[in-house]
């Protein structure tokens, strides 16, 4: 009995699942390709090589934005258009901040390498204090089983 109240529970769910993705897809544009432009202070931009776009951020996101070691990167952001000039960011543990390598996307993440502890903000290791390193990250790769890089 609980099997079948189980199945019938997740068929009628189901629909609403679908919709719920096709609402997300109709917002707008859900990513955007470009430079890093880091002030000292205020928002980070993005330059897409046609417009500079100012991106709207959560505090962790903000952290990883700031990173100057990101700015030689050609970075992707998923998020969405608030309007021609500025993004809004999906909420950080959404992982919305990837490292365009070779056309293929990766996480960015940072990693210390005396302790093996990935981190997904900038700064140092809780446990050795040392800096952690920008730790370009291949998910897909990992949930395949093959070493990441």
């Avoid at 719920?20 to 109709?26: E, G, W």
């Avoid at 996101?61 to 000039?85: E, F, K, N, Q, Y």
């Amino acid at each position: 009995m609980r099997a079948i109240v189980a199945i019938l529970g997740f068929a009628l769910a189901l629909p609403a699942f679908g919709a719920a993705a096709n609402s997300t897809v109709a917002a707008g544009p859900n990513e955007i390709r470009g430079r890093l432009l880091q002030p000292q202070s205020g928002p980070v931009s993005l330059d897409t090589g046609s417009v500079k776009i100012e991106i709207k951020a959560d505090k962790d996101s903000d952290m990883v934005l700031h990173d100057p070691r990101l700015a030689p990167l050609d970075i992707a952001l998923h998020g969405h258009l608030i309007d021609a000039t500025h993004f809004q960011l999906d909420p950080f543990f959404r992982k919305p901040i990837y490292a365009v390598k070779n056309g293929k996307e990766l996480l960015v993440t940072y990693y210390c390498d005396v302790c093996s502890i990935r981190y997904y903000t900038p700064g140092r290791c809780v446990c050795c204090q040392q800096e952690t390193r920008v730790d370009l990250h291949d998910e897909a790769a990992e949930a395949q089983g093959k070493p990441a890089n």
